[in-house]
């Protein structure tokens, strides 16, 4: 290739780092404005969260459009074709953890001022701070190409689920001791469940970013330590 067709190529492998990146800082951000809305009981800053989405989503397609287009022209190969499969790959990920957010955004407005008591909602609070810090440490291990960090989170997804099990239970105790707390505590549990399953995206993301890295896949699956009996399928699955 020329020069100049390498600088264009560059610049193309470079502008989809940049959505990608972008893609990340604003799905984290969904997640925390969805969590401090909760906890704070802020429908206003739950509305924030629900309306990033739609910018996450037109990120998404423009990764894919651009990577596609990519393909097409420059015909990738090893190292270059990974890093553009990944990218679509993420994008992916991202979104879907962006929809995850914006739906306990939507489960704070659900609750339409029938809060439950701080202390059951600190349980939620604290499994987002244990994925949050997953999903930050994994965009950056993608970013850095930090394989080390990336295997790090993928072996941390059973501290997750063992976090959410320990909730789930909860949970369950107060509807069986008091009939009034089921109403909040089911919203609860639908938005434990979506944090959850954004650790399980973060996991996914640590598997894309050691594909890039080394191009191979991880031979096992992943630990997990969630014991709870719902189908998560039917539970986080929301639209």
Not at 157 to 179: I, N
Request: glycine share 2%; aromatic share 4%.
């Amino acid at each position: 290739m020329t020069d100049h067709t390498v600088r264009a190529y560059d610049a193309e492998l470079i502008e989809l780092r940049q959505r990608i990146a972008e893609m990340g800082g604003l799905a984290e951000k969904m997640l925390s404005d969805a969590m401090q809305a909760l906890l704070k009981r802020d429908t206003t800053l739950a509305q924030t969260a629900i309306v990033a989405d739609r910018r996450l989503d037109l990120l998404q397609r423009e990764v894919e459009d651009r990577s596609v287009l990519t393909i097409a022209k420059r015909q990738p190969m090893a190292s270059d074709l990974r890093e553009i499969i990944s990218a679509m790959r993420l994008a992916s990920d991202i979104e879907r953890i962006g929809d995850l957010a914006k739906n306990i955004a939507k489960r704070v407005l659900a609750m339409n001022g029938e809060y439950p008591p701080l202390k059951v909602v600190f349980g939620a609070v604290n499994l987002s701070t244990l994925v949050l810090a997953q999903l930050k440490d994994v965009l950056d291990a993608y970013a850095r190409r930090d394989l080390e960090l990336a295997t790090q989170v993928w072996k941390r997804d059973d501290e997750v689920d063992a976090l959410y099990t320990s909730l789930f239970r909860e949970l369950l105790t107060y509807m069986m001791e008091d009939p009034r707390n089921i109403t909040f505590c089911t919203h609860l549990l639908f938005c434990a469940k979506n944090i959850e399953r954004i650790g399980d995206h973060a996991t996914n993301i640590a598997e894309t970013a050691h594909y890039l890295i080394t191009g191979e896949l991880l031979p096992v699956e992943r630990p997990k330590a969630d014991t709870t009996t719902l189908n998560p399928k039917h539970v986080a699955e929301e639209t």
